[in-house]
């Protein structure tokens, strides 16, 4: 089997509510969406989330990598040299990791395709259900507990809350959720670099009684030390998110005990490839792992569904960049039920319908 034909298009997805976290504000993504056509007239999709500050790319350069690298690159190649043709992709455009991703993931969606499986189960098929967290932007008090409630209501059991801007602000939401709406769902709490390590230590000591279940990068990511200085101070698991976009990050913060988790995004990190190393990393530092995501269409969370579904030590999914996000054209890849993400029973990442 060859590759026959590349194809891409953009998505420019305005969302249905813009959100706030400790850097920016946030009211539209745009996503690259690639197709491979073989001449077996099997097709594999692919999709890149560029975004500046995560991934260091902007949609232009996705397409301006698609145009003068990738097709050169992929066309008349055999899909399932995925390590040789990433290689590759990597000492050509290193500071594309969605563009790289969103090659990995076609090149994978073939070969799951090939192989007539859903890519969970080729990539290891441990479970076929994981929980997501439902993510609510940094808002007002009120309006942090209005959007809670809707969410439980919806089924939703984990809810994550961005912080990082007003320390007090922050603790006094923590409480008032556990306050106002009880004890009977999880709270994880992302600060976006926005603390201090003395703020953070701070922040869970006065949210002690709430139970936070993940603090995730609370401090700056170029900083380790400060990093570090969280994770040895307080009870609760420290996750690294902005800190880890490499294999070597995650080893240099493994080995010297900077962190509890590890929150792997596949547009950040570079595709499902690089994903499992880094995995492997935690799995060996005995840490446990939650994939992530961006603004990414339901093409890219399944992705990252179909990658959380695949190894034991991922116990945790905040796969929820596609539910704001308005004219996605892909759905039916997989199910949301009560907060709990299913696969499709279709092969690779499931039936595309456009």
């Not at 003395?198 to 002690?208: D, G, L, Q, R, V």
């Not at 060996?284 to 961006?294: F, K, L, Q």
């Amino acid at each position: 089997m060859k590759i026959k034909e590349v194809e891409y298009f953009r998505l420019d997805m305005p969302l249905a509510s813009p959100y706030t976290i400790a850097y920016e504000t946030v009211d539209r993504t745009t996503n690259i969406i690639l197709k491979l056509i073989t001449d077996a007239e099997t097709t594999g999709w692919g999709c890149a989330a560029p975004d500046l500050e995560v991934t260091g790319e902007t949609p232009e350069d996705v397409v301006h990598n698609i145009e003068t690298i990738i097709v050169g690159l992929l066309k008349g190649q055999s899909p399932f040299q995925i390590a040789r043709i990433t290689h590759e992709l990597k000492k050509l455009c290193p500071k594309a990791s969605s563009t790289i991703a969103m090659v990995d993931i076609a090149l994978h969606d073939l070969l799951a395709r090939k192989a007539k499986l859903p890519l969970f189960q080729l990539l290891g098929g441990y479970r076929n259900k994981i929980s997501t967290s439902i993510t609510i932007g940094i808002l007002p008090l009120e309006e942090t507990l209005e959007q809670t409630r809707m969410f439980l209501k919806k089924g939703f059991s984990v809810i994550k809350l961005k912080g990082g801007v007003n320390l007090v602000e922050d603790i006094e939401k923590i409480l008032k959720l556990r306050e106002k709406l009880g004890n009977d769902f999880f709270i994880r709490f992302d600060a976006n670099q926005g603390y201090t390590s003395e703020e953070s230590i701070a922040f869970i000591n006065k949210t002690e009684s709430a139970n936070i279940e993940i603090f995730e990068q609370p401090t700056n990511q170029k900083k380790d030390e400060k990093l570090g200085e969280v994770t040895r101070n307080i009870d609760i698991p420290v996750m690294a998110d902005e800190s880890i976009k490499t294999l070597k990050d995650a080893f240099r913060l493994a080995s010297n005990d900077v962190i509890d988790m590890v929150n792997i995004k596949i547009m950040k990190v570079g595709g499902i490839l690089e994903s499992q190393h880094i995995n492997s990393v935690a799995k060996a530092a005995g840490m446990e792992v939650m994939v992530g995501c961006i603004d990414e269409c339901a093409l890219g969370i399944s992705a990252g569904l179909h990658f959380a579904l695949s190894r034991p030590n991922i116990e945790y999914a905040d796969l929820d960049g596609h539910l704001d996000l308005l004219e996605d054209p892909f759905s039916g890849l997989f199910k949301l039920k009560n907060g709990i993400l299913y696969p499709s029973n279709a092969y690779g990442l499931g039936k595309v319908r456009l």
